[in-house]
């Protein structure tokens, strides 16, 4: 086991020790298992097998206190760093703070903890461009409408920074549109909601021009509404409606595939486990490392999403 012998830095983390690859073992505290969470998650494990890392997984299906536990039972165990991926990043800090305790480095992953007093680094997705990718690719695809324009948008959890930042991002894509009047359905990345929600937004707002997912995996509700309301019509129809998205998944892949949705952002789920990993080793290797580290999304149309397919982490493999 390493001493914890790190500082803070204005804009990076150390850590100092020797270590040896054979000896690692990583800690990865998963709050809950998903498509694009195992293929984050598959990332680490790829990039700690490069290693020689083992690797050591607990998943917490969404409960907060038992993450703390399995923190607890990880450290019990001797690891030599955690991965963490927070259920709640308010009430993770506890568990983190035991393995400061015990010298154990934490590095956050996918969703940040810019709080913590505990945690050396941060990687994930830069929701705030995967979300300005859609807004821009909607804007342009809107522009020269007359009058105002209305959007619906499915937000995302308003307690996970990766909704919160999608949701910023995309309006900040929209700011070449003139008037907008965007119509927001909180969805708590639940599907069911995502349904109801886009039934009431279309249906009181027939002159809907488009709708924006924060998962691609709604986009298969957003059809559903689309067919009912005979909405549902190809790009280049004046009653097309524009469709956007942010994950990679098979959903959203088929979804653009298809033409039912007109583009989506693909995380770099893959890019982010292996760094998730690279950080872990450069902070016991004692180097310096940035404390928030981003992976920028791409985005695909039904011209380029096929070819792409092996960037595409939802995509049939």
Known sequence: MRKFLGAIATAAMIWSGPALASDITIGLSVDQLFESR???????????????????????????????????????QGVDAILVCAVDQNTIERALVAAKRANIPVVAYDRD?????????????????????????????????????????????LNDQNGIDRSKGFREGLASLGEVKLIEVPTDWDSARALSGTQNALQANPEVAAVFAATDTHIPAVETVLADLGKLVPA????????????????????????????????????????????VASILAGDEVERTNYVGGALYTAADAEANADRIWGAPK
């Open 38 to 76: 195992v293929a984050v998650n598959d990332g680490i494990k790829a990039g700690a097998a490069d290693r020689g890392y083992d690797v050591i997984e607990v998943v917490a299906d969404g409960d907060a206190q038992q993450q703390n536990a399995q923190i607890q039972s990880l450290i019990s």
């Open 113 to 157: 903890l810019p709080d913590s007093r505990v945690v050396m680094a941060f990687v994930g997705p830069d929701s705030l461009i995967d979300g300005r990718l859609a807004g821009e690719y909607t804007a342009k695809a809107l522009a020269g409408r007359d009058g105002p324009v209305t959007i619906v948008e499915l937000i995302g959890a």
């Open 236 to 279: 280049g129809d004046a009653d097309h409606v524009v469709v956007t998205g942010v994950n990679g998944s098979n959903d959203g892949y088929q979804a653009v595939l298809s033409g039912t949705a007109d583009a989506f952002v693909v995380m770099g789920t893959e890019a982010t486990g292996r760094k998730a990993v690279d950080l």
